[in-house]
Every structure is written in structure tokens, then in C-alpha cells.
């Protein structure tokens, strides 16, 4: 049994918010802890979820979590600068 100490979701509920979020506009980075080293970890891949494990940077394990949290971003365009992003959410 992991601990959930960043209420953390199962897949099948991060996989319909990502989709839902994405769908609104925002930006979904997956995170989670890995099961080696026990490191709160970031996806540096937006809107993907790796079915095939997630590579810790802190470890440089394969790690294969069944819970995840993310963070959300959303692309706004100011005058001439385009894509700036904020992430939050972070948990
Ligand atoms: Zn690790």
C-alpha cells in the first residue's frame, strides 16, 4: 500500500481530469513519488501520461507509481509575448 501523503490519485482519475483540464485549455504535468528513492518528482512532459513508468532524476530509476498528482498551467498571450506559463497546483 503506498502512502498518500500529497493526495495523490489513481491513474484511472488523473487520466479523466488531464482530460478535462487539457480540454479547457490548461497545461497537465503528471507528478509522483518514486518508489526507490521516495523523491516528489515532475513529469517535464506536458499533457502526457507515460504508461510505461517515469524516470526519476534524482535516482535515475524506472519507477512505476499507481498514484499521481499534477500541477496545471495555463498559456496566455501578453501583447507581443506568447506561451508564458505559470504552474501551480503543485501538490
Ligand atoms: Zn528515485
Excluded: H
Amino acid at each position: 500500500m503506498e502512502t498518500n501523503e500529497y493526495n495523490d490519485l489513481p491513474v484511472e482519475v488523473i487520466l479523466k481530469k488531464m482530460e478535462e483540464l487539457i480540454s479547457n485549455g490548461f497545461d497537465v504535468l503528471i507528478k509522483f513519488k518514486c518508489l526507490n528513492c521516495g523523491s516528489r518528482q515532475t513529469s517535464d512532459v506536458p499533457n502526457k501520461f507515460f504508461t510505461e513508468g517515469y524516470s526519476c532524476e534524482e535516482c535515475g530509476k524506472i519507477t512505476y507509481p499507481k498514484i499521481f498528482g499534477f500541477a496545471v498551467a495555463k498559456r496566455i498571450t501578453i501583447g507581443d509575448k506568447i506561451n508564458e506559463e505559470v504552474w501551480e497546483g503543485y501538490n
